[in-house]
């Protein structure tokens, strides 16, 4: 390619000589570097920084550190790396394809240099290939020359800092308390303060008008590893198939197995951060962010961003902010939890229920047809006490503060992002330097004239969009039908297991009953839950792929919908199961509601609250450990697996292990890693304001959770995966609007669940309608009587209990022959039971009663005025908390001011400089003296 520059070891040679003009990464030698004990030169008591100035000597002997080319001056900005077949066709097309998508690359102005896992330098040309530490890995390292980094820089709108923020600080009452010292703050001295510049579109032409100390500097190792990936991305490797491009094909038709940029050296020193100071920013990163012990410490976002890029800054930051919120919550919740503990023992309604007198001593119905016995209503006791904790006066006020909260939060993560994205440089990101992607260009059928650029660019019709999510919302709906299936074979596994184990002879496993069945359901619904949702990860990739979106973020739009979708309803169907729909239509003993023939499944007498909070604890907390274990315990044992030949060839002294060997033997974060990381938190987000009223537990557990979150996933990203490319984005994508549309529900599954899952609402009618005041005597008014000569008939026998077994109960147990009580009471039967429900009885007609109507004309009206109350509450809250501080918005003005004014100047320069040029060419004299 004419005028290429040299590369490799061919540019050594031919750019030679001692006035060369270092580019780039050249000359940069021991500036972050990894180095040993051997490079810290002690001086009359005093060390030599790691972060030294100092050149390396030029030899011709490769260099000690792997983070740079063998010339030891030009850093290693990416590397891809693959692995040598057995001789043979397929082998011999993934040759073909390298060589085309290698030679394409220095095309484009990369500079490569292959060289295998023991140090040996392979030329392309010429010689034959070298083997690696496993016998067949080859990496092939790639650098940026400073031309090529211009170039890309002005195509990809890098925005680069042209002057001073002269903005002052502004002073509130937030800024003065954040200045008092807390023991959660950074060091400092190790975190320094990022320079806080204006900045602009970075263009060649106006080079100079930018600030740049060196030239080493200018651009990050996260931008220039953006570059190299940007051009892996549509790099083509077969030149008759524009279709046929890209690191990922290759790496998908196993041409190349990984790409990836380096980590700066080991995370971790044999000696301490205070006394020699980091060996490089990921040692730096882990001692003071992904260390177990930093767990109180706010994160380095801006070290986070430098190291890592902006989308997943962006995501650490969220997080943060997350979990510092959830401190409020789960104090709240915590107190209201303690509250419940505390005046349980008062509660009048438990206490009744646990009196082995009345009504303790009313003997029940039987919780199934045929085999179950009566029992009495004092073995509810524990049921009634446990269902106190998490329904009581307090919940009401909770519910009410957790929806408050979910639209405080989401307000002021608004605000807090425009700061992140102004300091980031990353507004109008979106609009203004996103490209399309490359699968979209290859594969779009027509062409259109964009409207702002008037440039051609592909273009994907609605009549051709059409077919494509047609197809993607119907695989949709299956998956949600099958969802359903499970949930609905769960229901009928919970009707089933309850009238086993309720018909049980042993009469401790038969009074418990409603807890085993809640808790082996709410296990079975959450294997079913991970499996489902690991099968629907993989369609929903595919659905994605097909419908073919133009730009990456509407592709991570779609995904997300797609996948927290039914992550929506895989996860919160069984929830809702119990809180609306189990035990709402029950019949009476002579006519019992049944769902697919089986009689329906019925709350406790104490209500169903306390299950609900069993099925959130477990499906909630179960998610988070599996996950945890998923995320960090399989890449420790995998990455120790794969890396066990390289550590043992370097403890024998066959050779170095070098960093890209290394990062090469750990976990590939993968294209969507981030995604698992939010649809977790989002879940979360979901059980801790979609069900609070039910478990006010829940924050609390979520910011334990969190608190290790962090702190796993910082020490999962810095010692556990490859380096990531340092991807850019504005904001968390359609995240926002899900946890807005989680906060705006919430508001009515709480109201709904106080309503008609608790039992706040008939309390209070009884309380002020009933007994004048007093809850003495609920027991006896929300339980109906029956008579049990008229249970239902069932293929001619009776639906109540087998009389020649069980007719009566002793001390809470069904007394049945053998029994030492079965004599005694042998001749007494029971011509009366009761059940939950306001029915008229004992005798029919079962109608309702007008309490049950009362009860419920409250129970709308509580909905109608808590979620009014409530939304008024949120819209206030929205309005009153301005989306932007108004220092950013000053600060956006102002840079904006000075990048007009630094066009103008410019503009204004290049027509001076043309003038000038003109009147030059004019004059006789100058052109005889120019010839």
Known sequence: MAGQAPIGFEGMEQNGGGDQQNVGFEGYENQNKPVGTENIELAEGEHQPLNSDKRKKETDEPSENDLFMRDGRRR????????????????????????????????????????????????????????????????????????????????????????????????????????????????????????????????????????????????????????????????????????????????????????????????????????????????????????????????????????????IGLYFAWLGF??????????????????????????????????????????????????????????????????????????????????LWATTFCEFWKRRQNEIDYDWDLFGFEDQEENCRPQFEAKAPDKRINPVTKVAEPFLSLKQRFPRFTAAILSIAFMICLVLASVMGIIVYRIAVRAAIAAVSDNFISSQASIITSCTASGISLIIIMSLQILYDKIATFLTDFELHRTETDYEDSYTFKMYFFAFVNYYSSSFYIAFFKGKLPGNPSDYGKILGLRQEECDPAGCLQELF??????????????????????????????????????????????????????????????????????????????????????????????????????????????????????????????????NLAVLTNACVIAFTSEFIPREVYKYAVGEGSLSGYIDYSLARFNTSNFEMID???????????????????????????????????????????????????????????ILAMKLVFVLLYEHLIFACKFAIDYFIPDMPEHVRNAIKRENYLAQKALHDFSIQQAAEKKKAKRKGNDPGAAEAAR
């Open 76 to 311: 290693i900005d990416y590397v891809i790396a693959y692995q040598k077949g057995e001789e043979g066709e397929s082998e011999n097309k993934k040759n073909k394809k390298r060589k085309e998508f290698e030679k394409n690359l220095r095309e484009e102005g990369l500079e490569l240099e292959i060289e295998d896992a023991e140090g040996v330098s392979v030329e392309q040309q010429g010689e034959e290939e070298g083997n690696s530490a496993g016998g067949k890995t080859i990496f092939i390292k790639i650098h940026v020359p400073w031309d090529t980094m211009l170039r890309y820089a002005e195509e990809l709108k890098y925005k680069m800092p042209i002057q001073d923020n002269d903005i002052d600080e502004e002073v509130t009452l937030l800024s003065c308390l954040q200045k008092i010292p807390t023991p959660f703050e950074l060091s400092e001295e190790f975190i320094k303060p990022e320079p806080n510049y204006f900045t602009a579109a970075f263009t060649r032409e106006r080079i100079s008008d930018f600030i740049m100390e060196s030239e080493e500097t200018f651009f990050t190792h996260a931008e220039r590893s953006r570059v190299v990936h940007e051009i892996l991305e549509v790099c083509r490797y077969d030149p008759d198939n524009k279709t046929k491009f890209g690191i990922e094909h290759m790496i998908a038709n196993k041409c190349y197995a990984a790409s990836y940029p380096l980590h700066e050296g080991p995370h971790k020193s044999e000696h301490s951060l205070l006394t020699h100071g980091p060996l490089n920013d990921r040692h730096l990163l882990y001692e003071e962010w992904a260390r177990p012990g930093r767990w109180y410490k706010k994160q380095p976002l801006d070290a986070i961003r430098r190291y890592y890029g902006e989308k």
């Open 322 to 403: 997350y979990t510092e919120a959830l401190t409020w919550a789960a104090l709240v919740g915590f107190i209201v939890f303690l509250y419940g503990c505390f005046t349980v023992a008062f509660d009048a309604v438990s206490d009744d229920l646990c009196n082995a007198g009345n009504p303790g001593n009313f003997t029940m119905c039987p919780q199934c047809s045929g085999r179950c016995p009566y029992w009495l209503l004092s073995s509810s006791c524990f049921y009634a006490k446990l269902t106190y904790l998490f329904d009581n006066g307090a919940t009401v006020f909770f519910a009410a503060f957790m929806s």
């Open 614 to 743: 069993i099925n959130i604890a477990i499906v909630m907390c179960g998610k988070q450990f599996f996950n945890n274990f998923m995320e960090i315990f399989v890449p420790i044992a995998l990455n120790f697996w794969r890396s066990r030949g390289g550590r043992a060839e370097e403890k024998e002294g066959k050779g170095r292990y070098e960093q890209w060997e290394k990062d090469f033997d750990l976990s590939d974060l993968g294209p969507r890693g981030l995604f698992k990381e939010y649809l977790e938190m989002a879940v979360q987000f979901g059980f801790t304001t979609i069900f609070v009223a039910a478990f006010p537990l829940a924050p609390f557990f979520a910011l334990v959770n969190n608190l290790m979150e962090i702190r796993l996933d910082a020490f999962k990203f810095v010692t556990q995966l490859r380096r990531p490319y340092a991807a850019r984005a504005q904001d968390i994508g359609a995240w926002y609007a899900i946890l807005l549309g989680v906060g």
């Open 796 to 854: 001619g026998e009776t639906s109540g209990p087998n009389p020649d077994k069980y007719s009566f109960v002793y001390d809470g147990y069904p007394v049945e022959a053998g029994d030492e009580y079965y004599d005694m009471y042998a001749n007494e039967t029971v011509s009366e039971c009761r059940y939950r429900g306001y029915y008229n009885g004992p005798n029919p007609p079962y109608d309702h009663t007008i309490d049950h109507w009362k």
